[in-house]
């Protein structure tokens, strides 16, 4: 029944944004009453947190198969960004509740949930450290700064466009389309780090 009141909230939440998502809805798609909710979670905030860790799992086996991929360094680095945006762009309202509302709290998971919460990120900085070992970035790259500065440059830009701020009707949009952006974008990360 857990795994059951997650996947209608993503699939509200996907269709009604936020707002929409209550525990009341939730269970008429279910069939059940809401008190039978809350034999499972507390609140709509509870749900929201799952929602989160649950989120993140999804996120990191959408970049998975890019840490996979037996390519050179700058390579793996733009399949890793591109998955990244694909996931964003593919599932907007799961995006903002990961990466724009209220965060986790760091200090009250586990050594487990954290290291579970931060997989994706992880990947990015070992596919930095791989490329770094391998030489394929310019002298001086840090690794945990170059992943940081990859990702925040990537979030900028999956927020900007899913939010609706940035898009093809924009006066200062630089290409024709999203896909060149995007295409375009993911290049210039990485030319930000390669030699």
């Not at 840490?67 to 960004?81: G, H, K």
Request: proline share 3%; with cysteine; hydrophobic share 40%.
């Amino acid at each position: 029944m857990r795994e059951a009141i997650i996947q209608t909230s993503l699939e509200l939440g996907s269709q009604l944004g936020e707002e929409g998502l209550t525990m009341r809805g939730i269970a008429s798609r279910l069939g059940v009453s809401a008190t039978a909710l809350y034999q499972h979670f507390e609140s709509k905030a509870s749900i929201l947190r799952e929602i989160r860790v649950y989120g993140i799992d999804l996120m990191y086996d959408a970049i998975s198969p890019a840490l996979q991929e037996n390519v050179d360094p700058a390579e793996r680095m733009r399949l890793i960004t591109r998955r990244y945006i694909d996931f964003a762009r593919e599932n907007k309202w799961l995006y903002s509740v990961l990466m724009e509302h209220d965060q986790l709290e760091w200090a009250e998971l586990t050594p487990e949930d954290i290291s579970r919460s931060l997989r994706p990120l992880t990947a990015v900085r070992q596919a930095v450290a791989q490329g770094r070992e391998a030489g394929a970035w310019r002298d001086g790259v840090n690794d945990e700064l170059a992943a940081f500065q990859l990702w925040a440059s990537v979030h900028g830009l999956c927020s900007l466009l899913n939010n609706g701020r940035f898009n093809e009707q924009h006066p200062a949009f630089p290409l024709s389309d999203e896909r060149s952006l995007i295409d375009m974008f993911v290049e210039g990360c990485v030319r930000s780090i390669s030699k």
